[in-house]
């Protein structure tokens, strides 16, 4: 099994910018991806980056790439997440996850098996 805890999510204004973390314990072999997602009310979550753990090689939404950026340090088994210009459509339940993809795509949560409880992140205008 693999242990996921998130920190750093907060209440900021908008053009702000906040840094989450996340720590991975127990069986950390189980996994050669470390995403985040998010899921704001009433919508689907969505991926926003990733990363390989192996080659350090980031993935990063669209919507968001410019502004997130993902980062780890392999090994503390942690994987960041640095939000810069924060607007309010990032408000939204931030999580964590890990996996081994097998074929899946990047930004499918199904691809993931384990994932962190969330933490929120709250971005006002």
């Known amino acids: 099994q693999v242990q996921l805890v998130e920190s750093g999510g907060g209440s900021v204004q908008a053009g702000g910018s906040l840094r989450l973390s996340c720590a991975a314990s127990g069986r950390t072999y189980n996994y050669n991806y470390l995403g985040w997602f998010r899921q704001a009310p009433g919508k689907e979550r969505e991926g926003v980056a990733a990363?390989?753990?192996?080659?350090?090689?980031?993935y990063t939404l669209d919507s968001v790439k410019g502004r997130f950026t993902i980062s780890q340090d392999a090994a503390k088994a942690e994987v960041y997440l640095q939000m810069n210009s924060l607007k309010p459509e990032d408000t939204a339940m931030y999580y964590c996850a890990a996996g081994m993809l097998l074929g899946n795509s990047l930004w499918s949560s199904s691809s993931y098996a384990y994932w962190g409880q969330g933490t929120q992140v709250t971005v006002s205008s």
């Open positions: 990363i390989h753990t192996g080659d350090d090689h980031p």
